[in-house]
């Protein structure tokens, strides 16, 4: 690891099973592990080339899917998701860069529930 340099090892307890293959999806897309290869060569940016990363979600925007015709407030979405108003705000502005896979999960259900249709994690972050 030290010869490849820049390794991040992360984890995350989830004690729900059925929700694996979703965290698991989104995860590997945020973060497009270069030693992953399942299928494919490994990816090792030359150099750890930092800007290889740049072009990579990096805020959770669901300003495609609240507009304003759907006519529902940052209080209403406090009631329906019991996330704090800074949270949805940040996120209805396409800013939010940080919050908790419960918090992630939630917006993704106010999404689905704004664009009358499922969505998945990868909808939710800005291009």
Do not use: C
Not at 70 to 94: F, H, P, V, W
Not at 113 to 118: D, F, N, T
């Amino acid at each position: 690891m030290e010869s490849i340099g820049n390794i991040r090892i992360a984890y995350l307890f989830v004690d729900s099973p059925d929700l694996l293959p979703e965290i698991e999806t989104a995860l590997i897309e945020w973060f497009d592990p270069p030693l992953n290869v399942v299928g494919k060569k490994p990816k090792i940016a030359e150099n750890n080339d930092p800007e290889k990363y740049q072009d990579k979600p990096k805020y959770v925007d669901l300003s495609g899917y609240w507009t304003e015709d759907k006519n529902i407030s940052i209080q209403k979405a406090k009631e329906m998701t019991g996330l704090d108003k800074r949270t949805l705000s940040s996120a209805k502005k396409g800013q939010l860069d940080r919050g908790h896979f419960e918090t992630l999960f939630k917006l993704r259900d106010l999404a689905s529930e704004l664009a009358g249709k499922p969505l998945t994690l990868e909808e939710i972050f800005s291009k």
